[in-house]
């Protein structure tokens, strides 16, 4: 079954520093998202992306934030300079339409920020 | 606002029943869904029901949904060690455009 991969499973970053966390959506799917959840804390929404533009963003997806799909394959969630509160589990996700189709998630990235 | 709430944790014994629980404020919801997560994994689809329905029945899992109250609830039966992972509840909004909100997840413990 294909499934949604997101590299690196673990990234550990110095306050300050850039990150860039990597996703592999399943190939037909149209819509894609990025979450995070902080420890102990709920899944939070940060930003949808659909015809290679940002429909929606939370109050999270400040200006620090940014996405991209550069190549029609990966899509990229970046951090441009890490706070400690960053730190997270970051979930890319992807569905093949909008409204009611469920999300496909893969395993995550954790970020740690020291 | 649109909120999810979920008890914390749940442990239950091997071949008991398990019932994980949850609250939602948007009444607009139109799917809510559950989702499995196991160690180290992402958020696994498990099932979902549609606002209209009160029950769905998929195997071992039972969704119940009590419109009037907000509450949709998970039962695992005859659970087992497999089963130990963490449960979340998820709603569906329309906000603009379609958006998930999540609850905090429920950690289901199965002692053996």
């Known amino acids: 079954e294909p499934e949604v991969t997101q590299t690196p499973s673990h990234q550990v970053t110095q306050m300050g520093q850039e990150v860039i966390l990597r996703c592999v959506p399943i190939?037909?799917?149209?819509?894609f998202y990025w979450y995070r959840q902080i420890l102990g804390q709920k899944v939070e929404f940060l930003v949808s992306?659909?015809?290679?533009?940002?429909?929606?963003k939370s109050e999270i997806f400040d200006d620090q934030f940014s996405v991209e799909r550069p190549d029609g394959s990966n899509f990229t969630l970046k951090i441009r300079s890490t706070k400690l509160e960053d730190s997270a589990m970051y979930f890319c996700a992807s569905s093949p339409g909008t409204g009611v189709s469920p999300l496909h998630f893969g395993n995550g990235t954790r970020l740690t920020v020291t | 606002g649109e909120d999810v709430e979920q008890s914390l944790f749940l442990s239950v014994r091997e071949g008991d029943s398990s019932v994980i629980n949850c609250t939602y404020t948007d009444s607009s919801s139109t799917y809510l869904y559950w989702y499995k997560q196991e160690p180290g994994a992402g958020l696994q689809l498990l099932t979902y029901i549609f606002s209209n329905m009160d029950m769905k029945q998929d195997q071992r899992l039972t969704v119940l949904l009590n419109k009037k109250d907000k509450h949709l609830s998970l039962r695992i039966a005859d659970t087992q060690t497999g089963d130990s992972a963490i449960y979340f509840c998820?709603?569906?909004?329309?906000?603009?455009?379609?958006?998930?909100?999540f609850g905090t997840g429920t950690r289901l413990k199965v002692l053996a």
């Open positions: 992306f659909y015809n290679n533009e940002i429909s929606e």
């Open positions: 190939s037909n799917h149209l819509y």
């Open positions: 998820a709603e569906i909004v329309l906000s603009g455009t379609y958006k998930y909100i």
